[in-house]
């Protein structure tokens, strides 16, 4: 049995579900169809089959070290990271003008998806460079594209994405690494970075860093952040790789989980400064960085998603095989003891895996849908897409990252003691996805995002919109008599979701924003399951539309049993949270700190 | 500041709370008072710090090892439980007749929860030992207790419990390891068992297994099971060591967590049997060691919290001394930043994690008191201790493992970045917790056990004298204002959770079953969430009761708070629990397996 993840799945995902053939149809998409597409991805399976997922415990078991000199990986993460550069896959997503394939990110966040399943570890260098290359195209000069892009494309240089600093991590604003500028145009930079992910190794002809810093005498806090390019290795004219540049590694930071993906704390300047080059305008840094935000979140949560699907696989055929007991209803011990899939606890397990696993793989395919029609679509899609990744990408990132976690948490419980050893994945799985909460912005500050800024972005137009998209939804899940019950359920949460957030919208005036947003992390939760369920309902009638024209099939009864479980064992939670919320209490804002 | 237990918060648990010098009165416990108690912990609290928390994080990153021929394990362990022996703490529990202090057990669970606190995998071996000694004082003959349980007492045997096999875990019934009798009395076991904590090392002069197997022609199934004495070395009439039983090691376990308790695969009778002696009458195995399961479990939900609580007491220091960010009304980017404990969500975070901490060690407190109450109480006293204990025990093992594991993921999120590095402690707590959801009966099994067996026991009695201990002291906290918000929510949930148990009672008579423990782990879940409310405001009363004859506290103001938090953010969500229980939803049961 399959157990990365299930093409079947994805190709509901992406044709059923997505309609990813529908975007050919876009000019800056049309020079692919599906049997480009269809191509793309048997490649990707196989190389996640033959060349990632075979190492994946090994490089768990032996993370990337550092001698002092050099950082050593083991050598299957190189072979594997070339099958997937030979692949051209580096280039997928990006332009032609720049080398890629131009394809759709729809199709790049199913590949990832593979990879990620596969070996979470090992696919973090490509996913770094292919963000750090995107920020690149959006935003560096056609020079610095020529010079610095081309090759990331091309699977020759890797990129990383410099940002914290040991004492400013959430409060990016207060980074102190500075850039001196120099006569001849380009800076030096003297600082420390940390937590930055593939910054050091030798898989690679370069590292491109794009590193945030502060120019002297620029304003402070987040308005006087600027960006730069600064690479491992000084590029000469001709693009040969010239002298190596004045960033150091400082050390390696040692990880529960994600292990695989080199983590290290970067010293820049300990000589004569470090060469950066200045992305665009001075102190328009973090908006750039920001430009790219949506994606790269998009990416976490869709780690948190792949983790959980591969983790739910590895329980699904290990509940098929165990056997373990008999049925409540047998008493006589000496009948054969039957598959522990057999017993209620270990499907409701299942499907609570389904749910969590498969919905937030959906969630994040459909913001990756929209990211391209934000970027390709006519005005009007671009302006919906818009306001809709600018409500749901908190949620995009944090929902998974939570019920991903629960996930393989239940992953393991349905292994038993056999799960809790290192014989098998899921507790790995469990390790590597408690960093998703963590980095790109932490829970809390999605929390914030979403109800601080978000929610009343534009006097609340993209909630309205999501809204609206919901209530199409609805109306359709209406003409199917088994869905009418989802409707409800649907709109009783919506209704209830949208009452909650003007009852703290309008008690916000007399009470302050701090307690406005005291609980922001319990809104985000509450709205991410009302989004989910409107994301199983969606999936439930395109499956419900392909079975009246195809017949039954089992992903499509799959689909609509998730679907089911979700609404009648999940949903019904916002219930509680809504209450909570719409109260504004401050038990927590008010907490003595000094009797906690 | 203290960071493995605060002695404050166990001193609030035992002396106020629980009354432990009340159990001074008890003829049994009448050799003790407070100034022996005080002294234990005293020499119990400096153990735990200057000899178990020093190598918890070398021993995790040096776990046991098997060479073929002997385990090792880093000389720490043995250093670390040589002072608990040489403190006496071995014999704390144990009647004065076996060499023990007989002490009460719920002294012993204070001692317990700091070394488990302190180095969870080292306590594993005294933890235990009590356990194995424990069976054999209540249901081994007194020559075998002289041979075996003196010298377990005095600390030079260790033990162990040997249930599972490869193929047999929570269907202990179908166990295949067999007992042959020997014309001396004695038996030869053949078998293999897995999954048995402390059974290989060289700590101690001998290892006492405790094993269950069947003796040829035995019933199937539960009823056919006995209990043997299996030592590691055989014990020669006159006390001193023999020869090399025929139990041997067959591999280690590697686990993602508790990694310094040794953990085995063991064959018995590879050569010509490994010589057993049984306990008590054949076929009675399963009984004897369910006489124990309660004290065995309320162990596996003690550990739960305390690992909870020193994750909640790392976050806490951390969070005072973390600097990130500003508050939301200081929108100057040049003032200094602020610790994090000055954020919302991070006070949420620490209020959840004391919540969930300290109500499962108070919950596992409570009922280690109501062990000694069935154990040395008046007969009212009794009944009713076990009446409650009863009901409580598969919560007791259950909601501390759910929670208590939530709280250490919200411990590393309190770190950000630095909690998910092997740097701080807090990423292993995270993967030392994640066991106790699986051992000693998984969470599937405690569900079934609290609503197939406990609920419906003696006619509801157990869980009705339950209730009206919640009904006395809702009414006591109706006497204070501000608690009485806390006795009707109490009164609420109470109430559903009582109607809800008699809903399903009902339909259970028609749909069967099967339908109606299909979810008996969410009724775990919301029952337990009750009791913890319950255990709050009980906890609130006496700490309000305190503060009004001493004055403010800040163990009684923490108390109080947290109280509060658990009743507004956390006792809401049974109400959708509830209705989903009453529905006898069988979404899960008629799981469509070929379409998960």
Redesign the interface.
């Known amino acids: 049995m399959p157990d990365i993840l299930r093409r079947e799945d994805i190709a509901f995902l992406l044709y059923d579900f997505l309609d990813l053939e529908g975007l050919s149809e876009l000019p800056h998409f049309a020079d692919a169809d599906r049997s480009v597409y269809d191509a793309i991805l048997e490649s990707v399976e196989k190389i996640a089959e033959d060349r990632y997922q075979p190492h994946a415990q090994k490089l768990d078991a032996n993370e990337p070290a550092f001698d002092g000199e050099r950082v050593h990986i083991i050598p299957e993460v190189k072979q594997a990271l070339d099958a997937y550069v030979d692949a051209g896959l580096m280039g997928a997503s990006f332009d032609a003008d720049y080398g890629g394939l131009q394809l759709p990110y729809l199709l790049q966040t199913a590949i990832s998806a593979w990879f990620s399943a596969a070996n979470w570890g090992t696919s973090g260098y490509t996913g770094l460079t292919v963000a750090a290359g995107n920020l690149l195209a959006e935003h560096a000069s056609d020079a610095q594209k020529d010079r610095y892009l081309r090759p990331m494309v091309e699977g020759r240089y890797f990129g990383t994405m410099a940002l914290?600093e040991p004492?400013?991590?959430?409060?990016v604003?207060?980074i102190r690494t500075r850039a001196e500028p120099q006569e001849d145009g380009s800076y030096r930079l003297f600082g420390n970075k940390?937590?930055i992910s593939g910054a050091d190794h030798e898989m690679s002809e370069n590292i491109i860093n794009l590193v945030l810093a502060k120019i002297p005498g620029s304003p402070?806090?987040?308005?006087g952040i600027s960006l730069f390019i600064v690479p491992r290795y000084l590029v000469n004219e001709d693009g040969s790789r010239g002298a190596r540049n004045d960033v150091r590694l400082a050390g390696l930071?040692?990880?529960?989980?994600c292990r695989g993906t080199v983590n290290c704390v970067l010293n820049f300047g300990d000589k004569d400064g470090a060469v950066g080059y200045l992305i665009g305008a001075p102190n328009a840094g973090l908006q750039y960085m920001f430009s790219m935000m949506n994606e790269m979140r998009i990416g976490v949560g869709l780690s948190a998603a792949a983790l959980a699907e591969t983790g739910y696989l590895h329980a699904?055929t290990y509940a098929?095989d165990r056997?373990?007991?008999?049925?409540?209803?047998d008493r006589d011990?000496?009948t054969p003891?039957v598959p522990i899939?057999e017993?209620?606890?270990?499907?409701?397990m299942?499907?609570q895996q389904?749910a969590y696993a498969e919905g937030a793989m959906a969630l994040c395919f459909y913001a990756a849908r929209l990211a391209d029609e934000k970027r390709a679509g006519d005005p009007a899609a671009q302006e919906k897409a818009t306001a809709l990744l600018d409500i749901l990408t908190p949620i995009v990132k944090s929902w998974p990252s939570e019920f991903g976690?629960r996930a393989n948490?239940i992953a393991?419980?349905v292994f038993?003691?056999a799960?809790?050893?290192?014989?098998y994945p899921v507790?790995r799985f469990?390790?590597d996805n408690?960093?998703n909460?963590?980095?790109e912005g932490?829970?809390?500050i999605q929390?914030?995002d979403l109800l601080g800024r978000k929610v009343p972005m534009n006097g609340g137009a993209p909630i309205r919109t999501l809204i609206g998209e919901m209530q199409t939804t609805m109306h359709e899940a209406r003409a199917i008599p088994e869905f009418v019950e989802f409707a409800d359920r649907l709109e009783k949460a919506v209704n209830l979701a949208t009452e909650t957030t003007l009852t703290m919208g309008g008690k916000a005036e007399q009470l302050?924003?701090?307690a406005y947003?005291?609980?922001?992390?319990i809104y985000l939760d509450m709205l991410g399951h009302v989004v989910v369920a409107w994301i199983w309902l969606r999936q439930a009638l395109v499956a419900s539309g392909k079975q009246a024209h195809e017949g039954d099939d089992?992903?499509s009864?799959?689909k609509i049993?998730a679907c089911?479980?979700f609404f009648?064992?999940e949903l019904?939670?916002i219930?509680?949270q809504c209450?909570?919320l719409s109260s504004l209490?401050t038990?927590?804002?008010d907490?003595?700190?000094?009797?906690?």
């Open positions: 914290s004492h400013a991590g959430s409060s604003g207060d940390m937590w402070p806090g987040v308005k930071n040692h990880k529960m989980g699904l098929k056997t373990q007991g008999r049925k409540l209803t011990p000496q003891m899939i017993h209620a606890d270990v499907r409701r299942l499907l389904k976690l948490e393991i419980q038993g003691g799960g809790y050893t290192r014989d507790e469990y390790r408690r960093l909460h963590i980095h932490t829970r809390g929390g914030l302050g924003q701090e947003l005291a609980d922001a992390t089992a992903v009864s799959g049993m089911r479980y009648r064992y019904p939670a219930e509680a209450a909570l209490d038990t927590c804002l907490a003595r700190v000094d009797v906690l």
